[in-house]
C-alpha cells in the first residue's frame, strides 16, 4: 500500500523559513517522481515544485521560484521542500503527491494528507 | 502556460442522476489530461488520467472523454459519496502542471 505522510508545516513569520518532509513507503521511491502540490484555505490546487525520480530534474512554479528547494533522500525514502522568504500568499496546506512515473511530468496518482503552513505575524 | 478553465462552477445534481463535467485547455494537450475528486477535509484522489483510463478502484460509473482541448467527465449515476469538488489537470505542457479552477457537485 501506497503511504506519503507530511509533516513540518506550522506557523511562521513573514520572511521565515520552514522544511517540510514527506515520507514515502509502498514504493520503489526512486523509481517516481514526486512533487508538491499546495491548496491556500477555500480555494483551488495549485503546483508548487516536482523532482524527477532520479532528482536530476526540479522544476518550480513562478510564485515560489528563488525561494522554495525541493530535494529527495532515496536513502531515506523522503522527499523535502525548503521554503525560504516566506510570504503571507504562501499560507495554505501544502500536499506531497506521487507522480506515475519516473520523469516528473505526469498525472499524480497518489496523495499525501497534506502538512499546514501559516505564514502570519 | 495552458489556462484549464472548468464549468460550471457548481453543479446540482439529485443522487441517481447523470452529471457531466467539462473542462477546456487554453491550448492543445493531446489525452495528457487527469481528473481528481477531494472530499471535504480529504485529500485529492486520482479518477482519470490519460483523458479516459479510470485509476483502480475508481467504479465504471465515472467515465472520462475528449482530446485535444475540450474534456469531459461524466458520472452516470451519482451516488452520495460522489457529492465533491472535481479537479481537471494537464500535463502536456509541463512545467507547470495546470489544475482547473474546480467544480463543485451539490446534492440538489
Known amino acids: 500500500e501506497v503511504q506519503l505522510l507530511e509533516s513540518g508545516g506550522g506557523l511562521v513569520q513573514p520572511g521565515g523559513s520552514l522544511r517540510l518532509s514527506c515520507a514515502a513507503s509502498?514504493?520503489?521511491?526512486?523509481?517516481?517522481?514526486m512533487s508538491w502540490v499546495r491548496q491556500a484555505p477555500g480555494k483551488g490546487l495549485e503546483w508548487v515544485s516536482t523532482?524527477?525520480?532520479?532528482?536530476?530534474?526540479?522544476y518550480y512554479a513562478d510564485s515560489v521560484k528563488g525561494r522554495f528547494t525541493i530535494s529527495r533522500d532515496h536513502s531515506k525514502n523522503t522527499l523535502f521542500l525548503q521554503m525560504n522568504s516566506l510570504r503571507a500568499e504562501d499560507t495554505a496546506l501544502y500536499y506531497c503527491?506521487?507522480?506515475?512515473?519516473?520523469?516528473?511530468?505526469?498525472?499524480?496518482?497518489?496523495w499525501g494528507q497534506g502538512t499546514l503552513v501559516t505564514v502570519s505575524s | 502556460e495552458v489556462v484549464m478553465t472548468q464549468s460550471p462552477a457548481t453543479l446540482s445534481v439529485s443522487p441517481g442522476e447523470r452529471a457531466t463535467l467539462s473542462c477546456r485547455a487554453s491550448?492543445?494537450?493531446?489525452?495528457?489530461l487527469a481528473w481528481y475528486h477531494q472530499k471535504p477535509g480529504q485529500a485529492p484522489r486520482l479518477l482519470i488520467y490519460?483523458?479516459?483510463t479510470r485509476a483502480t478502484g475508481i467504479p465504471a460509473r465515472f467515465s472520462g472523454s475528449g482530446s485535444g482541448t475540450e474534456f469531459t467527465l461524466t458520472i452516470s449515476s451519482l451516488q452520495s459519496e460522489d457529492f465533491a469538488v472535481y479537479y481537471c489537470?494537464?500535463?502536456?505542457?509541463?512545467?507547470?502542471?495546470?489544475f482547473g479552477q474546480g467544480t463543485k457537485v451539490e446534492i440538489k
Open positions: 503527491a506521487k507522480i506515475s512515473d519516473g520523469t516528473g511530468y505526469s498525472h499524480f496518482d497518489y
Open positions: 509502498g514504493i520503489t521511491f526512486s523509481s517516481y517522481g
Open positions: 523532482i524527477s525520480g532520479s532528482g536530476a530534474n526540479t
Open positions: 491550448q492543445s494537450v493531446s489525452i495528457d
Open positions: 490519460g483523458a479516459s
Open positions: 489537470q494537464q500535463y502536456n505542457k509541463w512545467p507547470p502542471g495546470t
